[in-house]
């Protein structure tokens, strides 16, 4: 069963090989490769998920380098069960940039980057949740760097690039901090290896154990986009393609609390700094969710909610406790499922009504039912209304709040509740103006193109639209029969309004729906498993034996 381990990390890159040998020339069997290397990347991670819960933790060293010199990678419950969420979202969202058709090439486009792009990202975000060391994480959040940024600035468009650019300068910086943190690791103990430091760690002086995980959070903290270090977010997520954008917004961010878990519980034991985390979630909490009230463009409105609820996550590594760490855990695969469907649910809206300006949108509830459903169940679900996962996620992590006792857990409570409203009544407002309204004057007709290759925004006319700066100044919109389908393209034309969505779109945002409805129907088994993985963390005895074979 060890030999497993690599395998989702090691599929996804070798379909990349395929993916850019067929090019153009075979757009089916592209398609085909992804999809079917996603599904068994997909069953392995259920595979691994069950085995590490029946027989504990699973590892691999590459090439048989025992550590400090080999690759380790290891999935325990909790690398199992991120795992398999990822995979089933990311399944998903191809399916639905099938459907958008933002994976067709023009002609005169010499490579096909959407799919080598997309499954370098999978693979990073494998590699992370399987890695043992610090070295192999590092790379792993480099290899998703490099695919982010392709996948961001798709279209080449201005305000891609500069989202893209302010993407990658953050990230660039909060690698420049990773690498001096393991290179002062490695200077102090010798080794990267997270089951070496996990025994090494200890006989440090605590002031150089303070600095190194100050570091480490520091780093993951930025990738998580936790306040304050998250004001990149909303300016660069609502400027890529929508399934771009959902991918991004529903794992990218969880990659950074996922290692937050990790390197809390197994190098730095003890909640040393419980009450600095739990003062930044609950900044986190507050700051994002009034962020998102004051928004008025659906997708950076989803930006600022993707802040505020990140923080209930930091809430349980802030307390540190089993009960937490479960409550964390089960908010951790609720919300990358429920924010992907809301950012798919955003794409579908501008499909349909041209915009996602909430002051622009109207009528969609009476003109396509079917998305005002789609919106609907996973807004009341991120709101946490009962009995849907968002409510048991957050009950669980308010539960852990009160059995702690302490100050800052019952400010965190009352905290959670005022964020938990304040996301109800955003979500009902978008819903009051994008459905339940009468549609505005001036909405788009089905057939009004959304994207043209000349959107640069550096012209202060007004266009369109009639905001200066938004990429439309001095383009009339084009009209074209409703439902006339357009290729996605780098360059000239991108996609269309449709009253007629198309069907796999609304399918794969359907399947996100039903998986995160699932953690409602199976919520006793989920938190149970949940539990186990929280005990597993703390104890931290489980995964050293494995990884060093004692």
């Given at each position: 069963m060890n030999a497993l381990v690599p395998l989702?990390?090691?599929l996804p890159l070798a379909a990349t090989g395929l993916s850019l040998t067929f090019g153009t020339r075979m757009q089916r069997f592209q398609r085909f490769i992804s999809v079917a290397v996603l599904t068994a990347v997909l069953a392995l991670s259920i595979i691994l998920m069950i085995a590490a819960d029946r027989q504990g933790p699973l590892s691999v060293h590459l090439g048989d380098f025992a550590p400090p010199l080999g690759i380790t990678l290891v999935a325990d419950r909790l690398s199992g069960l991120m795992l398999t969420v990822s995979s089933a979202v990311t399944l998903c969202v191809l399916i639905y940039s099938l459907g958008q058709g933002m994976t067709d090439r023009d002609k005169e486009t010499p490579l096909?980057?959407?799919h080598p792009a997309y499954l370098i990202l999978v693979a990073g975000v494998s590699c992370t949740f399987l890695a043992g060391d610090l070295v192999n994480l590092f790379v792993s959040f480099e290899i998703m760097l490099v695919a982010s940024f392709v996948l961001l600035t798709l279209g080449g468009t201005g305000p891609r690039m500069r989202a893209g650019s302010t993407y990658v300068i953050i990230s660039l910086f909060s690698s420049m901090v990773f690498l001096i943190a393991i290179a002062m690791t490695y200077a102090a103990l010798g080794t990267v290896n997270f089951a070496q430091l996990a025994e090494r760690l200890p006989g440090l002086p605590l002031g150089v154990q303070t600095l190194i995980q100050a570091m480490l959070i520091t780093v993951f903290a930025i990738k998580a986009a936790v306040f304050p270090v998250a004001a990149?977010?909303?300016?660069?997520?609502?400027?890529?393609p929508a399934p771009v954008t959902a991918v991004f917004a529903g794992l990218l961010t969880k990659v950074g609390v996922y290692c937050m878990m990790r390197t809390e519980t197994l190098l730095f034991p003890g909640n040393r700094i419980g009450?600095?985390?739990m003062a930044v979630a609950l900044a986190s909490m507050l700051i994002g969710i009034l962020g998102a009230v004051a928004q008025t463009d659906l997708k950076r409105l989803l930006s600022f909610t993707l802040i505020s609820h990140i923080g209930f996550m930091v809430f349980g590594i802030g307390l540190a406790t089993r009960e937490a760490y479960g409550g964390a855990?089960?908010?951790v695969v609720h919300h990358i499922t429920v924010q992907t469907t809301l950012f798919l649910v955003a794409g579908l809206i501008e499909r349909r009504g041209g915009t996602t300006e909430l002051t622009r949108l109207g009528g969609l509830a009476k003109a396509a039912p079917i998305l005002a459903l789609l919106f609907f169940v996973p807004a009341m679900n991120l709101a946490g209304?009962?009995?849907l996962s968002g409510f048991i996620g957050k009950l669980g992590l308010m539960r852990a709040g009160v059995a702690d006792g302490s100050t800052w857990a019952w400010i965190l409570v009352a905290g959670s509740v005022v964020t938990s409203l304040l996301t109800l009544y955003v979500?009902?407002?978008v819903w009051n103006l994008a459905f339940w309204r009468a549609a505005p004057p001036g909405q788009a007709e089905a057939g009004t193109v959304l994207e043209?290759?000349?959107?640069?925004?550096?012209d202060t006319d007004e266009g369109p639209d009639g905001v200066p700066g938004t990429g439309d100044e001095g383009i009339e919109p084009v009209r074209r029969p409703a439902g006339a389908p357009v290729a996605a393209k780098l360059r000239e034309k991108s996609v269309i309004t449709t009253s007629r969505l198309p069907r796999p779109m609304m399918a794969a945002t359907a399947a996100t729906i039903a998986l995160a409805l699932s953690f409602t129907v199976f919520a006793g088994p989920l938190t149970a498993f949940t539990d186990r993985s929280a005990v597993e963390l703390l104890k931290r005895t489980p995964y050293i034996e494995e990884v060093l074979g004692k």
């Open positions: 989702p990390v090691l096909a980057v959407f990149w977010l909303p300016d660069s997520y609502p400027t890529a009450d600095l985390l855990i089960v908010y209304i009962p009995p979500t009902a407002k043209s290759g000349d959107d640069s925004d550096d």
